[in-house]
């Protein structure tokens, strides 16, 4: 998906997922295993995206917010 958004020239920013706010600790804490795993995919991706690029192609801003909305 990101080699064609990055085919349309366009600016883009490839977002990490915040975590949740549950009123249950619990729940919050259960929900942490699937969040970074997520996250890391997320990450992971846009990193290989931007490894294939040369100087001359469009490159993509990665914003990490897994951590702000706490």
Same mark, same amino acid.
């Given at each position: 998906m990101l080699e064609h958004v990055q085919s349309l020239r366009i600016p883009t920013t490839v977002c990490t997922m915040y975590r949740p706010n549950f009123e249950n600790p619990q729940q919050k804490e259960m929900s942490e295993p699937g969040l970074a795993a997520l996250n890391d995919v997320i !990450?992971?991706?846009? !990193?290989? &995206?931007?490894?294939?690029?040369? !100087?001359?192609?469009?490159?993509?801003?990665?914003?990490? &917010?897994?951590?702000?909305?706490d």
């Open positions: !990450i992971t991706e846009a !990193i290989k &995206v931007n490894k294939t690029l040369s !100087i001359k192609t469009f490159s993509f801003d990665l914003l990490l &917010v897994r951590y702000s909305c």
